[in-house]
C-alpha cells in the first residue's frame, strides 16, 4: 500500500492518520485468539494495571494492562510487527526508512471494563530517549470495536509541532487536564470509532490519552513502534536496551 499525497500531508500536519481496515480480519482474529491465551496465563513479561498507573489499589493487582516484549512471544505477533505491505506507509510517514524498535510499546494491550483506568493525555516520547523524535506508532485494533464506550484513543491534532511548557505536565508528564490554559488545546481533540483491522499511527509526540472502559467487554489491541533510521536510541538508555529490526 502507499499513500496518497493527501494522506501524507494530513499525517504531517496532523500528526496521526486512520488507515480503515488495513489489517485483515482473519490475521486479527488469528493475533488475538494466541493474545488471549497469553492473558489467560498471564505469560511473562506482562504490566498490571497498577504497574502502568503507578497506584497501588487491589483491584488493579489482578488486571493485565498489557503483554509487553511480544515480538519474541509468536510468529503472528512478529508477522504483523514485520508486515510488508505497511513498509511503504511506514516509510512516507517518517521521511525514511523505518526500523522496528522493541523496547517500547511492543505491546498487546488490554482494557478490562470495571478494573482499568484512563491513561491522561500524554506524549509516548516522554519515556523514550532518542536522538531526535522521528517516530511512529502502529496502534491495531483486534477487537470488534473501540469506541467511546470503551476508551477509544483521542488525539490532539497538530501537538506533536507543539513547544509546550514543563509548567503544562504534571510530574508525571502528563498534560494536566486542570489547568485553565490547556483547555482551549485540549478541546481540539478528536476521536473515530473503530472496526477490527483499523490501524492508526501516530507521532511520539503526539498528544493523546483513552478513557476508561464503560463497556462490558475488554478492549484489546496491538500497537508497535518504528523510528527513521537516522533517529538512533541514546546510548545507555533503556530505549538503546532492546533489539531492533530494520525493515
Ligand atoms: O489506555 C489506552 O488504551 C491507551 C494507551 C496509551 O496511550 C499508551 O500506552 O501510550
Known amino acids: 500500500m502507499v499513500l496518497t499525497k493527501e494522506q501524507e500531508e494530513f499525517f ?21 485468539d494466541v493474545a488471549e491465551v497469553h492473558l489467560k496465563y498471564a505469560v511473562c513479561p506482562i504490566e498490571t494495571e497498577c504497574e502502568y498507573i503507578g497506584i497501588n489499589k487491589p483491584e488493579y493487582k489482578q488486571t493485565i494492562r498489557r503483554l509487553r516484549q511480544v ?73 470488534e470495536e473501540e469506541n ?11 501537538s506533536h509541532k507543539m513547544d ?23 478541546d481540539t481533540a478528536v476521536t473515530f470509532e473503530l472496526n477490527k483491522g483499523d490501524v492508526i499511527l501516530f507521532h511520539s509526540d503526539l498528544l493523546h490519552r483513552a478513557d476508561v472502559n464503560k463497556s462490558e467487554g475488554t478492549k484489546i489491541s496491538f500497537v508497535y513502534t518504528v523510528r527513521g533510521e537516522s533517529v538512533k536510541p541514546v546510548e545507555g538508555a533503556r530505549s538503546a536496551e532492546y533489539k531492533e529490526i530494520e525493515l
Open 12 to 32: 504531517d500536519e496532523n500528526g496521526f492518520l486512520l488507515l480503515r481496515g488495513f489489517a485483515d480480519v482473519v490475521e486479527c482474529n488469528a493475533i488475538r
Open 164 to 186: 509546550l511548557k514543563d509548567e503544562q505536565f504534571d510530574e508525571r508528564s502528563f498534560f494536566r487536564n486542570d489547568l485553565e490554559e490547556n483547555r482551549p488545546l485540549i
Open 71 to 143: 515480538y519474541d512471544r509468536d510468529i503472528l505477533f512478529r508477522n504483523w510487527m514485520t508486515n510488508k505491505e505497511i513498509r511503504p506507509v511506514l516509510e512516507q510517514v517518517l521521511k525514511e526508512k523505518p526500523v522496528l524498535v522493541t523496547a517500547h510499546h511492543n505491546s498487546i494491550m488490554t482494557k478490562k471494563p470495571k478494573t482499568s483506568t484512563c491513561t491522561e493525555w500524554h506524549r509516548d516520547s516522554r519515556y523514550w530517549s532518542y536522538k531526535g523524535n522521528n517516530l511512529v506508532s502502529v496502534w491495531l485494533v483486534l477487537g
Open 148 to 158: 467511546k464506550q470503551n476508551g477509544v484513543l483521542e488525539f490532539i491534532p497538530k
